[in-house]
C-alpha cells in the first residue's frame, strides 16, 4: 500500500513517545547536566596516573621509564625522571617522575600509552567535562591532576582493574618468595663461613 512505511514509522514514533511517560527503558535521554547516564565500562577519553593507596606520591605505579612518551603519536607526553628513587609495590627502588605532563588537547585518546606501559600506571580515564577557556595551560594536566587512586580505576573500568590487581599480587608473591629464599641462603652462607675455624697460623721456621 503506498505510504504504509510512513504509517508504520509515524506508529513506532508514538509508540516510543507514549511509552516514554510510562516505562522507564524508553527514556532514551537524560536531562543532561542535572542527569549524568553512567559511563560505560569500556569508554575511554584521557589518560590518568594510577597510584596505589592514600598518597598519590608515595604510591604512584609510574617508575619514569619514558616508554610512553616516546610511543604516543601525537608526542603529548612529556616526562622528567626523578634524580632519587622510591620503593614501588613490591619494594624494588625505581624512580618516578618528577615532571609528567599530558597535553590532552593533543592527546587523541588512542590508548597506546596504557598498551605500552609495563608497570600498569597509566590507564585510561572517562571524565569528559574537561572544557576550559584556557586552550593551552588549561588543558596541560600535570602529574598531580592526572593523579587518580586504584579505586577510582576500580569505580570506572572494574573487570580490568580486578586483573591488574590480581597480576600485581601474584608478582609481589613471587618476589617475596624469593626475597626470603635469598634471605634465607644469605644468612646459611654466614652461618657456615661463622662455624668454620680460622687457619691455623704457619709454624716460624727455626732460626
Ligand atoms: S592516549 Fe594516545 S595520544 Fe593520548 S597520551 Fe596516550 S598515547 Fe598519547
Ligand atoms: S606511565 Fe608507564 S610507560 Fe609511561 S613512564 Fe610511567 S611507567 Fe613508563
Redesign the pocket.
Known amino acids: 500500500m503506498l505510504g504504509e512505511g510512513i504509517v508504520k514509522g509515524l506508529a513506532e514514533t508514538a509508540r516510543n513517545f507514549i511509552g516514554s511517560y510510562v516505562e522507564q527503558d524508553r527514556l532514551t535521554t537524560v536531562q543532561y547536566p542535572e542527569e549524568l547516564l553512567p559511563a560505560k565500562e569500556a569508554a575511554r577519553n584521557f589518560p590518568f596516573?594510577v597510584f596505589d593507596g592514600n598518597d598519590p606520591h608515595a604510591g604512584m605505579r609510574?617508575?619514569?621509564?619514558?616508554?610512553?612518551?616516546k610511543e604516543c603519536p601525537p608526542q603529548c607526553i612529556y616526562?622528567e625522571k626523578s634524580k632519587d628513587k622510591k620503593p614501588d609495590y613490591i619494594g624494588k627502588a625505581q624512580f618516578y617522575?618528577a615532571v609528567f605532563d599530558i597535553d590532552v588537547s593533543v592527546c587523541m585518546s588512542c590508548q597506546i600509552?596504557v598498551e605500552?606501559?609495563?608497570?600498569e600506571?597509566?590507564k585510561m580515564d572517562t571524565a569528559f567535562e574537561l572544557s576550559n577557556p584556557d586552550r593551552f595551560g588549561g588543558l596541560l594536566f600535570d602529574k598531580h591532576q592526572l593523579a587518580k587512586s586504584n579505586g577510582h580505576y576500580h569505580d570506572i573500568h572494574p573487570t580490568e582493574a580486578a586483573e591488574v590487581d590480581a597480576r600485581l599480587a601474584a608478582e609481589k608473591a613471587k618476589a617475596d618468595v624469593k626475597a626470603k629464599a635469598d634471605a634465607e641462603a644469605k644468612a646459611k652462607a654466614a652461618a657456615a663461613k661463622a662455624a668454620t675455624p680460622p687457619p691455623k697460623p704457619a709454624p716460624i721456621p727455626a732460626s
Open positions: 596516573l609510574c617508575v619514569a621509564c619514558q616508554i610512553c612518551e616526562i617522575p600509552c605500552v606501559c609495563p608497570f600506571a597509566i
